[in-house]
């Protein structure tokens, strides 16, 4: 798949027109909602007629988890970057029909369930160690499984799936999975 992401310019992707206007999500001061939403999905919801379909493919967990990564970092998130000529494109809810080198078939991204995130301040180690110590605030918006961010050098991957007896912590904390 081919487009131009260049900032300032209209991008194409596949024969449409994806205007250079970040959507804003309201309340939410730092992030736009083209980073949740891989350009397929954006394609699909970006009709220029005021409504927020986004609505539809965007958490309520992925904003409250990039917004809380945020503030307990007190530094910048990065999720998908394309709107703004990064390579980024499945850190936030992915389409069915893309799956990264490596990624799960049944990946919570396809349910609006997961975030992958990294920091210019942060390694993906550093940012787990900030969670672990706030973990009241991120098991409160719902947190429940980290992927090993040994494996996963250049990301964090955090999601909300539904605890299971036997797999997540009996203690409360977080499942630690391999991608």
Same mark, same amino acid.
């Given at each position: 798949?081919?487009?131009?992401?260049?900032?300032?310019?209209?991008?194409?992707?596949?024969?449409?027109?994806?205007?250079?206007?970040?959507?804003?999500?309201?309340?939410?001061?730092?992030?736009?909602?083209?980073?949740?939403?891989?350009?397929?999905?954006?394609?699909?919801?970006?009709?220029?007629?005021?409504?927020?379909?986004?609505?539809?493919?965007?958490?309520?967990?992925?904003?409250?988890?990039?917004?809380?990564?945020?503030? *307990?970092?007190?530094?910048?998130?990065? !999720? /998908?970057?394309?709107?703004? &000529? %990064? #390579?980024? *494109?499945?850190?936030?809810?992915?389409? !069915? /029909?893309?799956?990264?080198? &490596? %990624? #799960?078939?049944?990946?919570?991204?396809?349910?609006?369930?997961?975030?992958?995130?990294?920091?210019? #301040?942060?390694?993906?180690?550093?940012?787990?160690?900030?969670?672990?110590?706030?973990?009241?605030?991120?098991?409160?918006?719902?947190?429940?499984?980290?992927?090993?961010?040994?494996?996963?050098?250049?990301?964090?991957?955090?999601?909300?799936?539904?605890?299971?007896?036997?797999?997540?912590?009996?203690?409360?904390?977080?499942?630690?999975?391999?991608?």
């Amino acid at each position: 798949m081919v487009f131009d992401v260049s900032p300032g310019r209209c991008k194409a992707l596949r024969g449409f027109v994806l205007k250079s206007v970040y959507m804003k999500i309201p309340g939410v001061d730092h992030f736009v909602v083209q980073e949740f939403l891989h350009p397929t999905i954006f394609k699909h919801i970006n009709r220029n007629d005021g409504i927020a379909r986004w609505r539809w493919y965007i958490s309520k967990f992925q904003v409250d988890y990039a917004v809380l990564l945020r503030h *307990v970092l007190d530094a910048p998130i990065v !999720i /998908n970057t394309w709107h703004k &000529g %990064g #390579a980024y *494109v499945g850190r936030g809810t992915r389409p !069915i /029909n893309y799956r990264p080198i &490596g %990624g #799960a078939v049944f990946s919570q991204h396809y349910q609006a369930n997961a975030l992958d995130v990294s920091s210019p #301040a942060y390694t993906p180690v550093q940012i787990l160690a900030k969670i672990e110590a706030n973990w009241d605030k991120f098991a409160l918006i719902g947190l429940t499984t980290i992927e090993n961010p040994r494996t996963t050098k250049t990301w964090l991957h955090g999601d909300c799936r539904a605890r299971v007896e036997g797999l997540h912590p009996a203690d409360g904390g977080w499942l630690i999975v391999e991608p």
